[in-house]
C-alpha cells in the first residue's frame, strides 16, 4: 500500500520559515517524481514544486521561486519543501502527492498518491 504522510506545517509569521517533510512507503522512491500543491479556500489546488527522482529535475511556481527549497532524501525516502521568506498570501492547505513518473509532473489529475494536507498560516 503506497502512503504519504506529509507534515511541518504550522502557524508562522510573516517573514518567517517552515519546513514540510512528505515521507513515502510502498513505492520505489527513485521511480516517481514527488509534487507539492496547495489549496485556499475557493480556489484549485495548484502546483507550488516538483521533483523527479528520475531526471532530478525540479520546479517551482513563479512566486515562490528565490524563497521556496525542495529537497530529498532518499535513505528516508521523503521529500521537503523549505520555506522561507514566508508570506501571508502562502497561506493554505499544502498537500504532496507523488506518482511513478519519468519526468516532472504539476497537474493535480495526473497523481494518483496523496497526503494529507497540512495547514500552513502565515500571519501578517
Known amino acids: 500500500e503506497v502512503q504519504l504522510q506529509a507534515s511541518g506545517g504550522g502557524l508562522v509569521q510573516a517573514g518567517g520559515s517552515l519546513r514540510l517533510s512528505c515521507a513515502t512507503s510502498g513505492i520505489t522512491f527513485d521511480d516517481i517524481a514527488i509534487s507539492w500543491f496547495r489549496r485556499v479556500p475557493g480556489k484549485e489546488r495548484e502546483a507550488v514544486s516538483c521533483?523527479?527522482?528520475?531526471?532530478?529535475?525540479?520546479y517551482y511556481e513563479d512566486s515562490v521561486k528565490g524563497r521556496f527549497t525542495i529537497s530529498r532524501d532518499k535513505a528516508k525516502s521523503t521529500v521537503y519543501l523549505q520555506m522561507d521568506s514566508l508570506k501571508p498570501e502562502d497561506t493554505a492547505v499544502y498537500y504532496c502527492?507523488?506518482?511513478?513518473?519519468?519526468?516532472?509532473?504539476?497537474?493535480?489529475?495526473?497523481?494518483?498518491?496523496w497526503g494529507q494536507g497540512t495547514q500552513v498560516t502565515v500571519s501578517s
Open positions: 521533483i523527479s527522482n528520475v531526471d532530478d529535475s525540479i
Open positions: 502527492a507523488a506518482d511513478t513518473f519519468q519526468r516532472l509532473a504539476t497537474v493535480v489529475d495526473e497523481y494518483l498518491y
